[in-house]
């Protein structure tokens, strides 16, 4: 398998990760993205490190770091909310509204049965994400749509929970939170794709990366939207001088 490279420069790789892969081993084993990690090291000697996580489903971007200042510093972005993402998301349902911000707290649950999944809970951790519909196709009761999510914050599942506590509808293919349990029910996967993310970075240019439609998306009967403007983030503060 050979891994898309969509943005290098000496302290950043962004990946176009392909759906299926984790991003770290599985406990029960099996293919990673550490199997591919000698062909990102790009003749550098230090392997590069994720600095966030994609959900195995999930494709697009993922920015690693390619030395550990780097990663310190990406990790500071993140936490002080400088990088800006988009992702895509097929819904078999129309919206009401063209446009809208989802306000939904997320707190983890788990249960023998059913394992593990996040839900909206007023004692949960603050989850904000902006959205917007692109496309509508479909009559009736057979309507699928494609949105484009903007997170402000970065929880565990977030865009999943509000797609379906917030939309109204899972994400296409979802098993955990879709209508049928362990099921990828009307897709082979959770539809949704890391479309662009966008890194401010002081006294340099900024880390930009837009991941191409991805085919299945295509074969689901939607059409490839225009890139996004880049994500709108305040700019990361200048590094302090000494006299």
């Known amino acids: 398998m050979n891994i898309p490279i969509l943005f290098e420069d000496g302290e950043a790789l962004v990946i176009n990760k392909p759906a299926g892969l984790p991003v770290d081993r599985p406990k029960r084993g099996g293919p990673a993205l550490f199997d591919h ?11 590069p490190v994720a600095v966030h996580r994609l959900d195995t489903d999930t494709s697009g971007c993922l920015l690693m770091a390619r030395n550990p200042k780097a990663l310190k510093r990406f990790n500071k972005a993140f936490e002080d909310r400088l ?5 895509l998301a097929i819904i078999d349902f129309e919206p009401a509204q ?24 007023k004692k949960g951790k603050p989850a904000i994400s902006h959205w917007e519909l692109l ?3 479909g009559e009736g009761s057979k309507k699928r749509s494609l949105i484009r999510f903007r997170p402000e914050t970065g ?33 082979p996967r959770t539809m949704l794709h890391a479309e662009a993310i966008h890194v401010s970075r002081a006294g340099k240019d900024a880390v930009s990366a837009f991941a191409p439609f991805p085919e299945d998306f295509i074969r689901a009967g939607l059409t490839a939207p225009e ?14 001088t000494t006299d």
């Open 83 to 87: 990088v800006g993402k988009t992702y």
């Open 227 to 240: 890139p996004p403007a880049p994500p709108e983030r305040k700019q990361a503060e200048p590094a302090p």
């Open 98 to 121: 063209p446009s809208g911000t989802i306000e939904l707290s997320l707190s983890k649950i788990s249960s023998a049965e059913k394992g593990w999944r996040m839900i909206a809970a």
């Open 135 to 137: 496309e509508t196709i």
């Open 155 to 187: 929880r565990t599942h977030q865009l999943r929970v509000h797609a379906l506590q917030g939309l109204g509808a899972p994400l296409l293919g979802d098993p955990v939170y879709g209508p049928v349990r362990g099921q990828n029910k009307g897709a």
């Open 37 to 47: 990690i000698e062909q990102l090291k790009l003749g550098f000697q230090r392997p």
